[in-house]
């Protein structure tokens, strides 16, 4: 009930977050649903079953990730006097948080539920009733035990992640109880002053994705009317090769952080003018906060150019396409996820320095100082990250691709 006050009274802009939430987990529940009628429809296609559950485990995986974000930057998830006086601290606060965003991924899961059973023809009583049912399976009934497991995934995960995410932290040392319990966001500064060190780990994860793709990636390039065949394995996916993939794109998140911070450090060096350092100052503050959503981002875009490398930018409107209406949907879904997780982490970062901004408007620092900063911060974000992401793009599809 709290949390749906809550929600009434939320600011316009944390309202559409959640409505974003909700939207983005309804495309997951019916990639979910796509691939339970799949596999009932057709009991014996269990390679191709396991490939479409999979491939929706990354849609899921980046729902996953842009509720949190939300959730983070939630004001109601904020330690406050007036609710720690009646008993919500800082633990009931990240429950209060996990209830919310289940409430918002089960809407949209719904939502999911009801658009696919509609297109089925399972409905019926509209125009688009039935108008898919040859893709998605409608002769096939549908386990009602097994549909609402699917559907409840998505609402438990996200609502976990941000139980784990948003629960209270733990201070070392300081003063003589030892250990103090801290009513501040996960993303601290502390944090954030620690953003570099995970730089030498993502570097080593990329090398080592590359060099297992680069040694299970001789084989014949993919059929291009297959729905997810990448090539490596006769039939189906390697798992070489997947694991290539993904260790190289958990390089580029673990990464993210570090090359953000030493952005920041290389922005400040020398004799820097009072708008490259300011600039290179809230790189480095922010960079834990910032530059992990970007290192997904970023993991993302190589993936998707490394795709696009393989398959083709283009083909014939006729001719077989390479990506099914599964994987284009969800990749669409992954895409939109990651870049609204990453413009939310770069808003929540802004509010952040609220303070600090007014500090600096009252000391006298014109507004076009701080605008420049900004246009600086994102300028060089832009030339050291977007060669990075085509490199490792290139890389990746490079094992792959013949001559």
């Not at 609402?148 to 003589?176: D, F, V």
């Not at 680069?214 to 070489?240: F, I, R």
Request: proline share 7%; charged share 10%.
């Amino acid at each position: 009930m709290l949390s749906l006050r809550l929600a009434r009274g939320a600011h316009p802009l944390v309202l559409l977050r959640r409505l974003l939430v909700a939207v983005a987990s309804s495309g997951a529940g019916f990639l979910l649903l796509c691939s339970l009628g799949y596999a009932v429809a057709h009991p014996n296609a269990t390679e191709q079953s396991v490939v479409r559950l999979l491939w929706c485990a990354v849609p899921v995986a980046a729902v996953t990730q842009f509720a949190v974000t939300v959730a983070r930057s939630d004001p109601a998830t904020r330690p406050r006097d007036g609710l720690d006086a009646i008993g919500f601290g800082p633990v009931r606060l990240s429950l209060l948080a996990a209830t919310s965003t289940a409430l918002s991924c089960g809407l949209g899961s719904a939502a999911a539920l009801l658009v696919y059973l509609e297109l089925r023809g399972d409905l019926g009583g509209t125009p688009v009733s039935g108008a898919a049912s040859g893709l998605l399976d409608g002769d096939a009934a549908l386990p009602w035990a097994a549909t609402l497991t699917l559907l409840g995934l998505l609402p438990a995960l996200a609502a976990g992640a941000c139980a784990i995410a948003l629960r209270p932290r733990k201070e070392r040392g300081g003063g003589a109880s030892g250990t103090a319990s801290t009513a501040s966001a996960p993303a601290s500064a502390k944090d954030d002053r620690r953003g570099h060190a995970g730089l030498p780990w993502g570097v080593a994860t990329i090398a080592c994705g590359l060099a297992l793709e680069a040694y299970v990636g001789h084989a014949p390039a993919p059929a291009p009317d297959s729905l997810l065949t990448l090539p490596g394995q006769d039939g189906g996916t390697s798992p070489g090769l997947m694991g290539g993939w993904l260790l190289a794109s958990l390089g580029l998140v673990l990464a993210g952080p570090g090359l953000t911070h030493w952005s920041g450090t290389l922005l400040s060096a020398g004799r820097p003018g009072p708008m490259r350092l300011l600039a290179g100052r809230i790189l480095q503050d922010t960079a834990n906060r910032l530059g992990r959503p970007l290192g997904v981002l970023c993991a993302v875009a190589a993936g998707t150019l490394a795709a696009v490398e393989l398959y083709g930018a283009a083909w014939e409107r006729s001719g077989p396409r390479p990506f099914g209406p599964l994987t284009g949907l969800g990749a669409a879904v992954v895409m939109a996820c990651v870049t609204a997780t990453a413009v939310t982490a770069a808003i929540d970062t802004r509010h952040s320095r609220a303070e600090t901004t007014a500090a600096l408007l009252r000391l006298g620092i014109p507004a076009s100082l701080l605008r420049g900063a900004a246009a600086v911060r994102t300028g060089v974000l832009l030339i050291v990250l977007a060669p990075l992401t085509w490199v490792i793009a290139q890389l990746t599809a490079l094992p792959l691709t013949r001559s």
